[in-house]
């Protein structure tokens, strides 16, 4: 039996890289899949690859434009996911990512802290406002969200990226037990560089991250390694797993 049939998931920035991978694990899974994304070519994109990989086993995907930075638009994005599906069971909180412009907090620009505290840390608070009561409506689930090596290890150079993360870090772990009575997981993924195509631009024009590519035991991580461990937090599997940072980052933060 697929691991999700009759799960339905909502996975924000999910037009390309980890987000894109794990709508299409999930949808293999049986799960009924909704694809939010700001960018209105890469989202439909990602809904229909996802589809087609559902074949006959139950799955499905649609596409919602959303911002996860606007509480209407999120809201709306929920609503129509309940509508179009019955419920909700699982919150894939995916939107997120690092940029050239971040640097230590003595160089680094406002402008740049603000853009990925509001996108990465914020954008986890808002989804999670309007996604966790759908699910609390389903009878429980799990919530994603993600995290980053950045958040359990020093990595100079790129301080905004690192509070953004330490944030959603620590929001999962109170998020966890407040929700728990509502049978309701809430966990982070953490990985470390994973390659896709905007993280294989950011390995090439940064030497910080370049050199930790030595520090990376099994070498750099695929989005489909991070989506094959969401697929074990959104099922049943981890039915007793709540409040953890799991990493899946070839063993960087131990070496």
């Known amino acids: 039996m697929a691991r999700l049939a009759g799960k ?16 299409i694990r999930f949808a293999e899974e049986g799960a009924k899949v909704v694809v939010t994304d700001i960018d209105t070519t890469r989202g439909p994109e990602s809904a229909r690859l996802a589809k087609e990989a559902a074949g006959n086993g139950g799955g499905d995907a649609i596409f919602i434009e959303t911002d996860v930075t606007s509480h209407e638009s999120v809201k709306a994005a929920v609503a129509e996911t309940v509508a179009q599906f019955g419920g909700l069971h699982i919150l894939h909180n995916n939107a997120g990512g690092s940029t050239m412009q971040d640097g230590p907090v003595t160089e680094a620009p406002d402008e740049e802290f603000w853009r990925v505290i509001k996108l990465d840390l914020y954008g986890t608070f808002v989804s999670s406002k309007h996604g966790i009561p759908a699910i609390q409506a389903s009878g429980g689930g799990s919530v994603i969200n ?22 959603v870090a620590s929001m999962t772990r109170s998020m966890a037990v ?9 966990n982070a ?22 050199k930790l590519s030595e ?29 953890q940072i799991l990493s899946v980052d070839s063993g960087v933060t131990i070496y």
């Not at 790129?158 to 330490?166: E, F, M, P, Q, V």
């Not at 407040?178 to 809430?186: G, L, M, Q, S």
């Not at 993924?189 to 370049?210: F, G, M, N, Q, Y």
């Open 146 to 167: 993600m995290a980053s090596n950045v958040a359990l290890m020093a990595l100079p150079g790129r301080d905004c990226y690192t509070a953004a993360k330490g944030g």
């Open 215 to 243: 520090q990376h035991l099994l070498g750099f991580g695929q989005p489909l390694h991070i989506a094959n461990m969401a697929v074990y937090l959104a099922s049943d599997e981890s039915e007793i797993t709540t409040g």
């Open 8 to 23: 339905v998931a909502l996975i924000t920035g999910a037009g390309g890289g980890i987000g894109r991978a794990t709508a």
């Open 178 to 186: 407040e929700y728990a009575p509502d049978k309701i997981r809430v």
């Open 189 to 210: 993924i953490a990985p470390s560089v994973t390659l896709s195509d905007r993280v294989k631009k950011l390995v090439d024009e940064s030497p910080d991250i370049k």
